[in-house]
């Protein structure tokens, strides 16, 4: 995995990764990323009177705030994927049909969003998917391309996962986002196998280049309801029967480096 | 270990038993429906009430059945109830796949094999464990539709098997009222979201063949498992009873 990560990411040095952490810090506390998640949090019955939100103006706030959340994501992936089609990075045949679909899926969730949120959604940021220049350009380089892919899917299933208990008292917003999240995660496992994992992940996925260690911090537990699941067929088959959600916190952490 | 989560009712969270009369089963919705399992059930002497033996499947367990089950959804501990139907019958075909794995398997689809085996176990623990008490027996399945040597058998019925474990999970969770359980949910639908994925994938089939999953109902979810359970299961006071599902456009896809 060292000698991959050196080869992959011979670029990257102590240096950026610092910058790449206090850039995420700065964005954390108030940064651009603050800024567009603002909206969010404006009541919905204030934002329909502020314009002329006819079809979202029922929306109740904490379903705004949660879809908006989403729609950032959604924003990310979709651009990335729409960008890295058009780069010619993607190899013809299987790999470039697995992209194609995986990109038509994420621009249907930002079209169902954007539906849904009518004039609450917010508007596509710009991104910077080399992370301020942390990672090598993922649209000249392959491998790069697909552990960027990994992470933003991978972050998906848990960012979307996190969201659930928002989701809660809102059947139908909570019934829709769960089915974003499982093809999400059939993203993400296709994504895991085309680079050769398995499409589950074991612990807190040892396999991970650094770039995205972050998205499976805390991904190994093996409590859950307060049973060992750890114990009726080995730790490793425990963690990868569950996935973990991280906290919409956790989830800007690991997408804000790349939001321009 | 849980703490159910009733409507006020002072009965037992999960009922195993047999219908009082043909006047009560007529209310609720029948989940096996095939011939086979019918006949066998009125042959069948094994009490209702007594727990049967775990789904170990063998050759001869297809012609098992173990009594009756009622699942009732009135309540959380019914629907995980549902839940642990559902990864029942997934633990047992894959135990039975590696037992028996088909000739000409590449180290690849092992792989994928072997390893959703150890999840649906431990899913199907997981349940059992976290419900105790008020934990279904286990089912008898029937495989019977399932030719064990053939790949192609083996991974179209683990499609069916992953597609529709996705599409319940999606279906069921809205009706779940406390969020740890709701959240516990979530952690196991996306796992086997990835199961399907691959196993999709090893078949030739597209890992994700619509931008949304489905969210199928109680009833949907019973009409495609219900065929691999010789158990006689019916569920009451299902939520869903008489809806139909939010489907994809592409759901035929999935139903193939």
Redesign the interface.
């Not at chain 1, 859950?224 to 049973?227: A, E, P, T």
């Given at each position: 995995m060292t000698r991959d990560l050196h080869r992959i990411f011979h670029g990257l040095d102590e240096q950026s990764l610092d910058r790449l952490a206090s850039r995420r810090e700065a964005l954390r506390s108030g940064g651009r990323l603050a800024g567009a998640f603002a909206l969010g949090a404006i009541p919905a019955a204030l934002a329909a009177t502020a314009s002329d939100a006819f079809a979202s103006s029922s929306l109740p706030g904490p379903v705004v705030r949660v879809l908006n959340f989403a729609l950032t994501l959604e924003y990310l992936e979709s651009s990335f994927y729409n960008r890295g089609i058009n780069s010619g990075v993607i190899p013809a045949g299987k790999d470039r049909r697995?992209f194609e679909?995986?990109q038509?899926?994420e621009n249907?969730?930002v079209a169902?969003l954007k539906k849904a949120l009518g004039s609450q959604a917010i508007s596509r940021p710009e991104f910077d998917f080399t992370a301020g220049g942390a990672i090598p350009n993922p649209f000249k380089n392959y491998e790069v391309f697909k552990i960027v892919a990994q992470g933003f899917e991978d972050t998906g299933?848990r960012a979307y996962?996190g969201q659930?208990?928002a989701l809660?008292p809102y059947?139908t917003y909570?019934?829709?986002a769960?089915?974003?999240?499982?093809?999400?995660?059939?993203?993400?496992?296709?994504v895991r196998?085309l680079r050769g994992e398995?499409?589950?992940i074991p612990f807190e996925d040892p396999a991970a280049p650094a770039p995205i260690k972050a998205t499976y911090a805390g991904d190994g537990n093996l409590n859950?309801?307060?049973?060992d699941?750890g114990g009726?067929?080995?730790a490793k088959?425990?963690t990868?029967?569950?996935?973990?959600?991280l906290t919409r916190e956790d989830v800007l952490a690991i997408a804000s480096p790349f939001i321009a | 270990?849980?703490t159910p989560h009733t409507r006020g009712e002072d009965e037992r969270a999960v009922e195993v038993g047999l219908f009082r009369s043909p006047t009560d089963r007529r209310n609720f919705l029948k989940w096996s429906g095939t011939a086979a399992a019918t006949a066998l059930l009125i042959a069948c002497d094994q009490s209702p009430t007594e727990p049967s033996t775990a789904p170990v499947p063998s050759e001869s367990q297809t012609q098992k059945v173990a009594g009756q089950v009622a699942i009732d959804l009135k309540n959380d501990f019914g629907i995980l109830n549902f839940a642990y139907a559902l990864e029942q019958l997934e633990a047992a075909f894959y135990i039975q796949v590696v037992r028996q794995l088909y000739s000409g398997i590449t180290s690849e689809e092992e792989?994928?094999l072997r390893?959703i085996k150890?999840?649906e176990?431990?899913?199907r623990?997981?349940f059992k464990?976290?419900l105790g008490s008020a934990a279904i027996p286990g089912l008898a399945v029937d495989f019977s539709a399932v030719n064990f040597t053939s790949r192609e058998s083996v991974l179209l019925a683990a499609k069916v098997f992953e597609d529709t474990g996705?599409g319940a999970?999606?279906?069921a969770?809205?009706f779940l009222r406390n969020?740890?359980?709701?959240?516990?949910a979530?952690?196991?639908?996306?796992?086997?979201?990835?199961?399907?994925?691959?196993i999709r994938?090893v078949l030739g089939r597209?890992?994700?063949p619509?931008?949304?999953?489905?969210?199928l109902t109680f009833e949907q979810v019973l009409r495609r498992a219900g065929p691999f359970i010789a158990t006689d299961v019916t569920l009451t006071n299902s939520p869903t009873a008489g809806q139909t599902a939010?489907r994809?456009s592409g759901d035929e896809e999935m139903d193939s």
């Open positions: 697995v679909t995986i038509s899926h249907a969730h169902f299933v996962k659930a208990g809660k059947d909570l019934t829709a769960l089915t974003i999240h499982s093809v999400e995660a059939r993203h993400a496992s296709e196998r398995d499409g589950w859950q309801l307060g049973v699941v009726f067929h080995g088959a425990g990868e029967a569950f996935d973990e959600p | 270990m849980l792989g994928i390893d150890k999840h176990v431990v899913h623990e997981f464990t976290a996705v999970y999606n279906g969770a809205k969020g740890d359980y709701l959240l516990a979530g952690k196991i639908v996306s796992v086997e979201a990835r199961h399907a994925s691959a994938d597209s890992f994700a619509n931008a949304f999953d489905s969210a939010q994809s």
